[in-house]
């Protein structure tokens, strides 16, 4: 069998769409979880757009033009919760308990990055995730990685508010844009904690601001 091209994907989608366009929504789906944060009277999908002639470019996606290949902005590398030669983790301000970045040193999206490095990452990706799941406001640690914004690797950790149950699974991120802001020094709080965790186990330097 050969593979379906995105041409064919896309018309396959297009036959589901009634005169407008539209996608009806899928009730037995996301809109019919009990953790969904919009009610459903008037809800629609937008219309489907037309296929792109190619997939838009991503930030650095030329090595020389990444953020990676500039100095650090002073507010940013204050911000750093935990860092060694090869990997920054880098604290977000969202309106979870906590949240962050991590970045290899070195520019590589994740579909390149060398044998070491990968290794290297899902260690890092679960000391992350047991660090931030001993805060006593977290119930789990969510991981995202989505590649369309940067060319450079930069998974995701988010801190899920505990006994929060409409904020479980992946509407999240459509709760965490309606919340109220979590204050600075609670949010560097935490950080800081999974910054230590992380050089208790793996070494490296902690908190930027803590240093």
Same mark, same amino acid.
């Given at each position: 069998?050969?593979?379906? !091209?995105?041409? &064919?994907?896309?018309?396959?989608?297009?036959?589901? !769409?009634?005169?407008?366009?539209?996608?009806?929504?899928?009730?037995?789906?996301?809109?019919? #979880?009990?953790?969904?944060?919009?009610?459903?009277?008037?809800?629609?999908?937008? +219309?489907?757009?037309?296929? &792109?002639?190619?997939?838009?470019?991503?930030?650095?996606?030329?090595?020389?033009?990444?953020?990676?290949?500039?100095?650090?902005?002073?507010?940013?590398?204050?911000?750093?919760? #935990?860092?060694?030669?090869? #990997?920054?983790?880098? !604290?977000?301000?969202?309106?979870?308990?906590?949240?962050?970045? *991590?970045? +290899?040193?070195?520019?590589?999206?994740?579909?390149?990055?060398?044998?070491?490095?990968?290794?290297?990452?899902?260690?890092?990706?679960?000391?992350? !995730?047991?660090?931030?799941?001993?805060?006593?406001? $977290?119930?789990?640690?969510?991981?995202?990685?989505?590649?369309?914004?940067?060319?450079?690797?930069? +998974?995701?950790?988010?801190?899920?508010?505990?006994?929060?149950? &409409?904020?479980?699974?992946?509407?999240?991120?459509?709760?965490?844009?309606?919340?109220?802001?979590?204050?600075?020094? $609670?949010?560097?709080?935490?950080?800081?904690?999974?910054?230590?965790?992380?050089?208790?186990? *793996?070494?490296?330097?902690?908190?930027?601001?803590?240093?």
């Amino acid at each position: 069998m050969s593979l379906e !091209t995105a041409e &064919q994907f896309h018309a396959r989608v297009a036959a589901a !769409t009634d005169a407008e366009g539209r996608l009806p929504v899928a009730i037995e789906a996301m809109p019919g #979880w009990d953790v969904f944060p919009f009610e459903l009277d008037g809800l629609r999908i937008k +219309p489907l757009e037309a296929l &792109q002639d190619a997939e838009p470019p991503r930030d650095g996606e030329d090595p020389a033009d990444c953020s990676c290949r500039q100095p650090m902005p002073p507010e940013r590398a204050a911000l750093v919760a #935990w860092r060694n030669e090869r #990997w920054l983790l880098v !604290t977000l301000d969202m309106r979870l308990p906590v949240s962050f970045i *991590l970045r +290899p040193v070195e520019h590589h999206d994740v579909a390149d990055l060398p044998d070491e490095l990968a290794a290297e990452m899902g260690v890092l990706m679960a000391r992350i !995730t047991a660090a931030v799941e001993e805060l006593p406001s $977290v119930g789990r640690c969510h991981i995202g990685r989505y590649g369309d914004g940067g060319a450079h690797a930069h +998974p995701f950790f988010f801190g899920r508010p505990a006994r929060m149950a &409409q904020l479980r699974g992946s509407c999240l991120l459509d709760w965490e844009e309606n919340l109220p802001e979590v204050p600075e020094d $609670v949010r560097l709080a935490n950080a800081a904690h999974v910054g230590r965790r992380l050089v208790e186990r *793996l070494g490296g330097d902690g908190p930027a601001w803590e240093r």
